[in-house]
């Protein structure tokens, strides 16, 4: 945690990836196979960090090898985390591609896909931006999501 604070802290880059091979939400199992069900105090200590330095362009991608999901974390200040869940190109099955509540869902595949993620960066404007987009095996875009970097940060 020392190091990741230290590095978020001094980074000078617009945007900042921040990975896990779980997930970072619980709206999917109800914290299983996420921060959720092994270190809820690890993860808010994270996302605290992160508001309270207001470092920006942060980016959570997770692991999970049961389908692709996009989802914005709202934090009790009100300020999102975006987290994409991206698929595998394995296509094992699991968990149904949506949450039982949709709210906080950006999009949703279950299994059988076989699609990875791409994160774009455009750096040339006054509010550089990320493009998020998910991919299937034939090459064809499935989901494309853009944000802006004031858009990500606290």
Known sequence: ???????LKESQAKFIIIT??????DFMTNAKDSWGSWDVPG??????FIEEHQIGGVLLLSGDRHGARGFGIERPSGFKLYEFEVATLGGVSGPKPFAPDRSAQLFGYGHGLRAFGEFTFDMGQADPEVIFR?????GKELENHTFHRSQLTP
Not at 2 to 7: A, P, R, S, Y
Not at 43 to 48: A, G, H
Request: aromatic share 16%.
């Open 1 to 7: 945690m020392q190091w990741l604070f230290k590095t």
């Open 20 to 25: 896990s091979g779980t997930m970072w939400s």
């Open 43 to 48: 993860r808010e200590e994270i996302f605290n």
């Open 134 to 138: 998910l991919i299937n095996e034939e």
